[in-house]
């Protein structure tokens, strides 16, 4: 401890040395594992998880509860990868870009491969957050502060053009999937008047369609009914090369891709310091970046490591980004982060400007667990992935009804409801509809996920310029900037679209 302290004086030091006690070493080993476990069940979400361990921490010193929590946080992050390469169902938001690529080397017998550069660039892009987050996390917290409702909201728009744009598909089916899923997004109380809108008598509704109940829908009875109709195990190459050469292989891919490793990593840093934005949004503007400026973006969704770098990057990297202004403004730059909010006010920690004067030490120790926790996920996940990628090998009649399982109890464990059950199911349907039919779900995914800040933005925007549309559009420089993103998304897409006819 007194070496620390001569090392780090004041309470960058005695934080460090706060994390060192066993107690809290043994928190962030527990914590990690915890985390990666409930993670990587479909629907089961990081916020989810810290929702259902916060009462557990209660009891405990606060410097183990809190610490416990962050760490299985970073776990469920980076596991919500695991099922989205396997199975093609994201475990988390964030995870939804990862089964663009990541299932397609699944089913070419390379699901190890796809997993150790998951767990690589998880765990690098978190510890790379972590120092982001430790040594400007008040220089990030002022930028992000100068998002307000305008800016939230020509974000999301931006976020809607840029999936035909990342995915390559049709311009009008991926704004018409987006529309959907904004229109989903508006059941439940408006935010304004509070007044109830398209719930159907059903008094659950007043708080909206849960986004958790959609995604499981969406992605897990879709796939699972596509692949009972396949009939067939989930890896379609019979090669079953030794798993320990495709985990160095993976190790190999990141270390010789440095540039599209930390073009994902600083996106997911910046985007999760922004209040509300996260990782799910952090994943399709990383992609879209990495398959802008590849030598070869045909490639992508079809396999391209490149694609599950930016994206699992850009997922993790966003842990240390979305608690710059969690911390520093009181202000969560995420669900899972409004979650630890609330498990910070439990034990006493009040997040908000002066958070590092009142309780440096607890912050400097939370922070340092969030730089251990990411070596651990590298550890834990380079050591599992030999075997998570036998998974891939099971034949489907016994994969189909075990996630099945899975997804009803992560339906109906949301909020104990039985309606979320059937609107799983009905979303289900909705996801084998936009399949056939060729639209883009992730379209309709990332329209539900943006739709409620995007509603909130636009209303507040619009009152605070007085329904004057110039002043609106132009209300700060980021605002433009992000006018003009995106035109340029609408007009490569459009663009791209005419050349393939």
Same mark, same amino acid.
């Given at each position: 401890m007194t070496a620390v302290l001569l090392l780090f004086p004041g309470a960058l030091g005695t934080g460090l040395?706060?994390?060192?006690q066993p107690p809290v070493i043994a928190a962030i080993f527990i914590g990690v594992a915890i985390g990666i476990i409930f993670g990587a069940i479909p629907g089961f979400s990081a916020t989810m998880t810290l929702i259902l361990f916060t009462?557990? /921490?209660?009891?405990?010193?606060?410097?183990?509860a809190l610490v416990f929590l962050v760490s299985a946080y970073g776990g469920a992050v980076y596991a919500g990868s695991i099922p989205a390469i396997l199975i093609n169902t994201p475990g988390a938001p964030g995870s939804v870009v990862t089964?663009?690529?990541?299932?397609?080397? /699944?089913?070419?017998g390379r699901a190890t491969y796809a997993l150790a550069v998951s767990a690589v660039v998880s765990g690098l892009a978190g510890i790379i957050a972590a120092v982001a987050l430790l040594a400007t996390g008040p220089i990030l917290a002022d930028f992000a502060l100068g998002f307000g409702p305008v800016e939230l909201f020509l974000l999301a728009i931006f976020a809607l053009t840029i999936i035909p744009a990342a995915k390559g598909q049709s311009l009008l089916k991926g704004l018409l999937g987006g529309t959907f899923g904004l229109l989903v997004a508006t059941v439940g109380s408006d935010p304004q008047l509070a007044q109830?809108?398209?719930?159907?008598?059903?008094?659950?509704?007043?708080?909206?369609?849960?986004?958790?109940?959609?995604?499981?829908?969406?992605?897990?009875?879709?796939?699972m009914i596509f692949l009972a109709a396949r009939g067939e195990i989930l890896t379609t190459d019979t090669d079953r090369s030794d798993d320990r050469a495709q985990v160095?292989?993976?190790?190999?891919?990141?270390?010789?891709?440095?540039?599209?490793?930390?073009r994902g990593t600083f996106i997911g840093i910046f985007i999760g310091s922004l209040p509300g934005a996260g990782a799910d949004v952090a994943n399709f503007v990383a992609y879209n970046e990495a398959k802008r400026w590849a030598s070869n973006p045909a490639e992508f969704g079809k396999g391209a490591i490149e694609g599950i770098i930016a994206a699992d990057s850009s997922n993790n990297a966003t842990q240390g980004g979305a608690l710059i202004p969690t911390l520093t403004v009181g202000i969560p730059g995420s669900g899972s982060t409004a979650a630890l909010l609330s498990a910070f006010a439990i034990h006493g920690l009040n997040p908000g400007p002066g958070l590092f004067q009142r309780s440096g030490v607890l912050v400097y120790a939370l922070i340092f667990s969030l730089f251990l926790g990411n070596i651990l996920i590298l550890v834990y996940g380079l050591s599992g992935?030999?075997?998570f990628g036998k998974i891939s090998r099971i034949p489907i009649r016994y994969i189909i009804p075990t996630v099945i399982v899975l997804a009803i109890?992560?339906?109906?464990?949301?909020?104990?409801?039985?309606?979320?059950?059937?609107?799983?199911l009905l979303f289900g349907l909705v996801g084998i509809i936009l399949v056939i039919s060729d639209y883009p779900m992730v379209s309709v995914v990332i329209g539900v996920i943006v739709g409620g800040f995007a509603e909130e933005g636009f209303v507040q925007g619009w009152t605070i310029n007085q329904g004057d549309a110039v002043q609106f559009l132009a209300a700060s420089n980021i605002s433009i900037i992000l006018l003009i993103l995106i035109v340029l998304s609408l007009v490569i897409t459009a663009v791209r679209n005419r050349q393939s006819e």
């Open positions: 040395g706060l994390l060192l009462p557990v /921490t209660i009891p405990f010193d606060p410097s183990v089964c663009w690529d990541g299932y397609e080397l /699944t089913k070419s109830p809108r398209a719930i159907f008598d059903q008094p659950l509704l007043r708080s909206g369609i849960d986004f958790v109940v959609v995604l499981i829908g969406l992605f897990v009875f879709a796939e160095f292989e993976g190790i190999r891919a990141v270390i010789a891709r440095p540039v599209e490793f930390l992935a030999q075997y109890v992560g339906a109906f464990a949301v909020r104990n409801s039985y309606l979320d059950i059937f609107i799983m």
